[in-house]
Nanobody
């Protein structure tokens, strides 16, 4: 009964900023990698940013220097700070978390959030 609840999406003008949040809840023993994906209408879901359990980050070239992924292990949350937003960033953004619901991390698997709409338009 793990749930990932996303928030922070909305309508913003080009050049503006948004901060997406994703909170994991339920029976969680450990959390491994966390990531954000985006999917625009008619497009495939694409990786935007990822952060490892140890805090190492990676970004899609299109968002590098503008977006920052971070995590709060105590709160079981992952964030995506989105700055200098462009119309091309318009998409539904999904949180993905790899976590274990048992004491054995070997049993970890991916869980997805419901998605939150980000619209960048003037």
């Amino acid at each position: 009964q793990v749930q990932l609840v996303e928030s922070g999406g909305g309508l913003v003008q080009p050049g503006g900023s948004l901060r997406l949040s994703c909170a994991a809840s339920g029976t969680i023993f450990s959390i491994n990698a966390m990531a954000w994906y985006c999917q625009a209408p008619g497009n495939q879901r694409e990786l935007v940013a990822a952060i490892s359990r140890g805090g190492s980050t990676s970004y899609a070239d299109s968002v590098k220097g503008r977006f920052t992924i971070s995590r709060d292990n105590a709160k079981k949350m992952v964030y995506l700070q989105m700055n200098s937003l462009k119309p091309e960033d318009t998409a539904v953004y999904y949180c993905k978390v790899n976590l274990a619901t048992t004491p054995w991390n070997v049993n970890a698997r991916d869980y997805w959030g419901q998605g939150t709409q980000v619209t960048v338009s003037s």
